[in-house]
């Protein structure tokens, strides 16, 4: 099991640029997978990125080719790179970490961090 901190949340304008950090109590070296999913007013939540130990990244379709996700193993920490933002984006954001075999399994997640894109 691994507590997990999500920051850098807040405001942006649309078109903007914010980049998410999630720390964890532990060495994340040995942890398989670790991911963000997020969650918007009145909707399921869903996944956004996922990346595992041997490199392997997935994004959700809304998200490809504006957000990163990469992970420092010495700093315990995995961030999401979010470019190009749109209003579509706000939602609550949140750290996970599980396993992967052929899908991501998250089973430890964060509190959240809330991301509004907006004029």
């Known amino acids: 099991q691994v507590q997990l901190v999500e920051s850098g949340g807040g405001l942006v304008q649309p078109g903007g640029s914010l980049r998410l950090s999630c720390a964890a109590s532990?060495?994340?070296?040995?942890?398989?997978?670790m991911g963000w999913s997020r969650q918007a007013p009145g909707k399921e939540r869903e996944a956004v990125a996922s990346l595992t130990k041997g490199g392997i990244t997935n994004y959700a379709d809304s998200v490809k080719g504006r957000f990163t996700i990469s992970r420092d193993n010495a700093k315990n920490t995995v961030y999401l790179q979010m470019n190009s933002l749109k209003p579509e984006d706000t939602a609550v954001y949140y750290c996970?970490?599980?396993?992967?075999?052929?899908?991501?399994?998250?089973?430890?997640w964060g509190q959240g961090t809330q991301v509004t894109v907006s004029s």
């Open positions: 996970n970490a599980g396993t992967y075999y052929r899908h991501y399994y998250p089973t430890d």
């Open positions: 532990r060495s994340i070296f040995t942890i398989n997978a």
